[in-house]
């Protein structure tokens, strides 16, 4: 054998051993993410399907019972904590225990790759999404989708659907705030007296 042949399996070997060792690159989030996309990685261990069907676009829990993406939790916009009220002030942002404890519970953590899935039959439950999509990444959530077209457009593509209640699986979930994506009081007064 000669010293190039021993060379190469050599150096084989160590691409290998260092392909085993070292764990692959996983694709970066993208803000929206299609039906199609969707279902392709519905096997995956890391996709939490978050459903945030609310009254808000005439879903909920019923909607969710009804009718769901295969594998599905349920995390009423308006009703399980997303936004609360502080100091007489509606809509503001959970503190950081309330988003740990939030995001923890519908079975998120850190390597979660989430996937929001409004209802998809208004403006407004985009929005619903698109709040908890900043929520999540003000929250220092690394992986964050909304189902483009949400719902509706899974139902439109025939995926399958399924009526079984999925609990969560409860996660520890840390956060690590962003503050560079909120305006508090005195930045927005400075805006509007300029």
Do not use: C
């Not at 993208?30 to 978050?50: C, F, H, T």
């Not at 009254?55 to 009423?76: E, F, Q």
């Amino acid at each position: 054998m000669s010293l190039v042949s021993v060379f190469r399996r050599s150096i084989a070997v160590v691409g290998l051993a260092f392909a085993l060792v070292v764990p692959a690159v996983a694709e970066p989030a993208q803000p929206l993410v299609s039906p199609q996309w969707l279902k392709e990685r519905l096997s995956d261990p890391a996709v939490v399907v978050l459903d945030v069907r609310s009254a808000l676009d005439g879903g909920g829990a019923a909607a969710y019972a009804a009718g769901h993406i295969p594998g599905a939790v349920h995390s009423d916009y308006d009703k399980a904590g997303w936004r609360v009220t502080r100091n007489g002030v509606p809509f503001m942002l959970p503190s950081l225990p309330e988003l740990e404890k939030l995001i923890g519970e519908t079975g998120i953590d850190e390597d979660s790759h989430v996937v929001i899935v409004p209802a998809g039959v208004h403006a407004t439950d985009f929005v619903s999404a698109a709040r908890i999509y900043w929520t999540l990444k003000v929250a220092g959530h690394p992986a964050v989708s909304i189902l483009d077209g949400g719902y509706a457009a899974w139902k439109a593509a025939s995926y399958p659907i399924e009526t079984k209640i999925n609990p969560p699986s409860p996660k520890i979930f840390t956060a690590k705030l962003d503050t560079s994506a909120v305006a508090e009081a005195p930045a927005v007064e400075a805006v509007e007296q300029a």
